[in-house]
Nanobody
Framework: QVQLVESGGGLVQPGGSLRLSCAAS????????MAWYRQTPGTQRELVAE???????SYVDSVKGRFTISRDSAKNTVYLQMNSLKPEDTAVYYC????????????WGQGTQVTVSS
């Protein structure tokens, strides 16, 4: 069974940076795409950034130019470099492997809390 472990979150001031990491342990095969999502209380989980095995990435408009997703395909590990953070980026961040349908391949991990506040 695959276990997702996200890390790297924390409290940061507006304009600051964080780098999130996510490792998918127990996966016996490489996945085509990996992605980062985020969720705030009372809202649906939002897809933030996605990257394919070929390195093609895409982002939700609100983070374009500020966030960068990368991955180590051999290890099913994905990263999210977050710069110029804003209070509205505050959320719990999760990773997963999105299927073509948009549904996540694996069960969700515990996520990592990112709080942007002065």
């Amino acid at each position: 069974q695959v276990q997702l472990v996200e890390s790297g979150g924390g409290l940061v001031q507006p304009g600051g940076s964080l780098r999130l990491s996510c490792a998918a342990s127990g996966s016996r095969f490489k996945v085509y795409a990996m992605a980062w999502y985020r969720q705030t209380p009372g809202t649906q989980r939002e897809l933030v950034a996605e990257i394919t095995s070929g390195g093609t990435s895409s982002y939700v408009d609100s983070v374009k130019g500020r966030f960068t997703i990368s991955r180590d395909s051999a290890k099913n590990t994905v990263y999210l470099q977050m710069n110029s953070l804003k209070p509205e980026d505050t959320a719990v961040y999760y990773c997963n492997a999105p299927l073509a349908s948009g549904s996540p391949l694996w069960s969700w991990g515990q996520g990592t809390q990112v709080t942007v506040s002065s």
